[in-house]
């Protein structure tokens, strides 16, 4: 699979001058996490979806600050239960001997909503996502 930090630096727009130290805040991140994704959110800023062990929620975007910088922003979401996490446009494997497999997740109902793109990620690291993502949003966990 692509590297989730990569795509989110690439799809952010980070300029040159902070991509470095933002590229190695993020790639700390890893080490405590279940599952990293890129988030694509309507009307809001890429994001990058970390999730923890403990299934906790957090967002990392670059929103626009004083003078036109850009800084990485820190939104810690938590456990969100009224959030609904769907799997659409599945698509069949070229061997077509397998299950369709899911395209994209798409996150409606809560601060999460949005939509990641599964279509690097791996048959291992596309069910650690969508278990975690089923970790945070289902409200007996």
């Excluded at 795509?7 to 080490?31: C, D």
């Amino acid at each position: 699979m692509n590297d989730p930090v990569a795509a989110f630096l690439r799809l952010a727009e980070i300029p040159r001058e902070n991509l470095s130290e933002v590229e190695t805040f993020l790639g700390t991140q890893k080490a405590d996490s279940a599952a990293l994704a890129v988030l694509e959110r309507p009307d809001e800023p890429v994001a990058l979806l970390k999730v923890d062990r403990g299934g906790e929620a957090t967002l990392f975007s670059v929103v626009p600050a004083e003078h036109g910088s850009r800084l990485l922003h820190e939104t810690y979401i938590g456990k969100v239960p009224d959030a609904t996490v769907t799997q659409i446009h599945a698509i069949e494997s070229l061997g077509g001997a397998s299950a369709p497999q899911p395209e994209r997740v798409e996150i409606t109902g809560s601060r999460l909503m949005g939509q990641i793109d599964l279509t690097n990620y791996d048959g291992e690291q596309r069910a650690t996502l969508i278990d975690a993502l089923r970790m945070i949003t289902d409200p007996r966990s």
